[in-house]
């Protein structure tokens, strides 16, 4: 007897379209949708079937609502295996099943399927041992589908783990992400037998690969410098003194404008830097130094720019993941693009 | 240059009617500590606590801990540079109670008054369970000084008194002299082995930056210093000290004082390689110029000790890892294969890049482990040094109850995933 738990929006739930996004989450201890194909084929080994259902914009807009009350049923059905989706190219669907997995999986340590597209955005939320099955980018993929998540669930089942990795590797999306083992040996071992190696002129591996930064081609310049509007733009946490918007010091989730229209430059104690990843002093006593104010009206004044732009922009990049500030950046971009801004001197720390 | 060390290790350490140690028991009267710290500590209340290996216990608010350390013969001085003339140190006789730290917690007096640079990072130590792991001093015996200081204590008095009362206390404890117990003696130095081995250098990069995110040398501000040679067993005498409180990633005084990459490499002279000591340098410069000009000159040290490969360690994180690695990109540009040892920030799921900045003449790294990745920290029995814990000026939270967290909560915990053997690796 297996017991069988499936996460299901409110669309392959059956309940609604877009209208019944905002359906809270429902506990029913039955098969739903396409819950009957999976249960019926596992009835020859038993099988106790339960779903969850949760409207893709509830999950969004209440998170911790919504997994406050899917820990409820967990903890009263005590499943043995979670199965999320197939969302295909279904983003909040997709990001809401992979998040649902990750918890689970974390907290209860039970096995957590889901399937999606690669292209999804929920691929950006899989969580360490989950398996996230490859499909199509529409529902034309589902009884492929659900056959993958029955043979996963055959294999877990029978506690065939090579039988598993062999279906992971044919069937799951190769998203590389890395997480924490544990070796039988300290760093400072490693590090000598690795030196020794390298002069040794044996082949070595380096522990960390060398992962390019996504490269950017610099656009030019489309008006005469002289004619340009330039806006500044910073991640050193410039910000008004008192931090009026509660800009983080750290791990910026935000970015914010501020006015410096009239102004000739920046004085000390007028603003000051939220920044925890720099010595801030010198910053703190001259803000034109993080954000140059001073320099931009010499050069506007002396028509070398066209205008500067009345905001500057400012995030805190300090121990900020990459993927959080390329967001932060395209929001950026995108606003200054929209106010007729030609050029950008970003300041980083 | 040659220093013995006599390591004294203890079984059991406990309150007693007398300070004293009985075969491998450590006895302590807390009047006696009340005492020691006494003129120390006008405006801060202190409190006392023993913590054991393997106990249900979490210690909060971790700012420093250090090994009892103290020159046995009367001559010569431990920790130069604090409370005393200066000498030069790593040579004599060196006593240590070496499975005991003095762990000092504690808030400081004004946190408004600190910018957020200088605000201390929240380090916990987790004496068993999941936590242990990521928790330098883990596996020892604690003597906790809690602190509490009155508003009208500044800032950078309690930062030197904090340091001042962990020193005097592990000096004092070393002179409690052991009875019918023998130590167990470590010669500490570089005697000349056969010149075909090869020779290594260990390139040792501390964060020195400025109150609270900075490493003394000598009692001497590392920013204010150049690369510089150490011989090994000045580290064992405490020439180098922590003033640094980014918790996870800081490098302790305990551990300056009895590094495992330097133990290693110590272990390793005369048998596989040359150890020829360690360059000393400072990351968190401020601008990249001066980044890669500590390079170089690190460097050029390395070539001129005749260094044919190196070891290299970083204490930080982000702004550090630049220096770091144009520290890396200049000792291979001189022909000095270098292996660096860094922490990873995949994030929570894994997927980002690992490191802020990795030129490609880094090609020997070794991993600490993803420090972004979440973990379920359960309670532990008892907490010490306080209720609340600052998640990183993101959120508090009660240490009595479970959390989700990634390894940057632990004290030291770059260094000790290290120790631990812990890397990062692709999910299969």
């Not at chain 2, 971790?62 to 040579?91: H, Q, R």
């Not at chain 2, 204490?315 to 660096?340: H, L, R, S, Y």
């Not at chain 2, 000026?393 to 959390?403: G, V």
Request: proline letters at 6%.
């Amino acid at each position: 007897m297996v017991k069988v738990i499936h996460y299901l929006n409110q669309f392959f739930a059956g309940i609604g379209g877009e209208d019944k996004a905002g359906h809270e989450v429902l506990f029913l201890r039955q098969a739903v949708g396409v819950g009957g194909t999976v249960e019926n084929s596992l009835k020859e080994r038993g099988v106790e079937y339960a779903t969850l259902v949760c409207g893709d914009n509830y999950f969004h807009e209440a998170e911790e609502a919504a997994l406050a009350a899917l820990r409820a049923a967990i903890e009263e059905f005590q499943p043995d295996i979670l199965l999320a989706g197939p969302a295909f190219n279904a983003g909040r669907y997709g990001i809401a099943c992979a998040k649902v997995c990750s918890w689970v999986r974390d907290l209860w340590r039970i096995p957590a399927i889901t399937a999606m597209h690669e292209d999804n955005p929920g691929t950006r939320e899989i969580g360490r041992g989950v398996f996230v099955l490859q499909t199509g980018a529409s529902t034309a993929s589902m009884p492929e589908t659900l056959k993958r998540y029955l043979q996963f669930i055959q294999k877990l089942l029978d506690g065939d783990e090579r039988g598993l990795e062999a279906l992971r590797a044919e069937f799951c999306l190769a998203v590389p992400r890395r997480f924490t083992v544990r070796t039988d040996k300290p760093d400072y071992v490693r590090a000598t037998d690795l030196l020794l190696a390298r002069l040794g002129g044996q082949t070595y591996e380096s522990e960390i690969p060398q992962i390019e930064a996504p490269s950017h081609a610099i656009p030019n310049l489309t008006i005469a410098l002289a004619d340009a509007r330039v806006a500044l733009v910073t991640e050193g946490g410039l910000v008004p003194k008192g931090n009026p918007d509660r800009l983080e010091s750290s791990r910026g989730s935000r970015y914010f404008k501020y006015s410096v229209a009239g102004r000739d430059d920046l004085k000390q104690g007028e603003f000051q830097a939220m920044h925890t990843g720099y010595d801030t002093s010198t910053v703190d006593r001259d803000p034109d130094r993080l954000v140059p104010l001073d320099a931009m009206r010499v050069l506007e004044n002396s028509r070398r720019i066209g205008k500067l732009h009345d905001h500057y922009f400012v995030t805190t990049g300090t121990g900020a993941m990459p993927s959080k500030m390329a967001e932060l950046g395209a929001g950026i971009a995108t606003e200054v693009a929209d106010a007729g801004v030609h050029a950008v001197i970003l300041t980083a720390t | 240059m040659e220093l013995e060390i006599l390591d004294y290790s203890l079984d059991q350490v406990d309150w007693g009617e007398a300070t004293r140690i009985e075969g491998r028991t450590l006895l302590l009267r807390p009047r006696d500590l009340q005492n020691l710290v006494e003129d120390l500590s006008p405006g801060i209340r202190v409190d006392f606590e023993i913590v054991r290996p393997g106990e249900s216990k979490r210690i909060v608010h971790v700012l420093d801990t250090v090994v009892p350390l103290a020159k046995l013969d009367g001559s010569g001085i431990t920790f130069p540079g604090f409370d005393g003339a200066t000498e030069l140190v790593g040579t004599g006789k060196t006593a240590r109670l070496c499975n005991l730290l003095v762990t000092v917690t504690g808030r400081f007096p004004d946190l408004t008054a600190l910018s957020p640079i200088e605000k201390p990072r929240e380090g916990i130590v987790d004496m068993s369970g999941v936590g242990a792991a990521y928790s330098y001093g883990s596996d020892r015996f604690h003597l906790v000084l809690s602190l509490t200081p009155e508003p009208s204590v500044s800032n950078t008095a309690f930062d030197q008194i904090l340091r001042s009362m962990a020193l005097r206390c592990a000096r004092f404890l070393v002179q409690i002299k052991p009875s019918g117990v023998e130590a167990e003696r470590r010669r500490i130095a570089l005697p000349p082995v056969d010149p075909r081995l090869p020779k290594v250098a260990l390139v040792y990069q501390v964060q020195s930056q400025l109150m609270c995110a900075r490493t003394f040398y000598y009692g001497e501000e590392v920013s204010r210093t150049l690369p510089t040679f150490v011989h090994p067993a000045e580290f064992f005498d405490g020439a180098v000290v922590s003033g640094n409180y980014k918790s996870e990633r800081k490098i302790p005084t305990a551990e300056h004082c009895d590094h495992p990459f330097i133990t290693e490499l110590l272990a390793r002279h005369g048998r596989t390689i040359n150890f020829l000591g360690v360059i000393l340098s400072r990351g968190y410069n401020d601008s990249f110029e001066q980044k890669k000009k500590m390079g170089l000159w690190v460097a050029r040290l390395a070539r001129n000790l005749g260094a044919q490969g190196a070891v290299a360690l970083m204490e930080g994180t982000g702004n550090g890892t630049v220096d770091f690695m144009q520290t890396v990109k200049a000792c291979e540009d001189e022909g000095i294969p270098t292996t660096a040892v860094l922490h990873e920030s995949n994030g929570p799921k894994g997927y980002e890049r690992p490191l802020v900045d990795h030129p490609r003449e880094a090609r020997g790294m070794i991993s600490r482990g993803n420090v972004s990745e979440k973990i379920h920290i359960p309670p532990l029995e008892a907490v010490i040094g306080g209720y609340e814990i600052d998640l990183h000026l993101k959120a508090t939270h009660d240490p009595r109850l479970p959390f989700l967290f990634d390894p940057t909560i632990f004290f030291g915990s770059y260094s000790k995933m290290g120790i631990s053997g812990f890397r990062a690796q692709y999910e299969s």
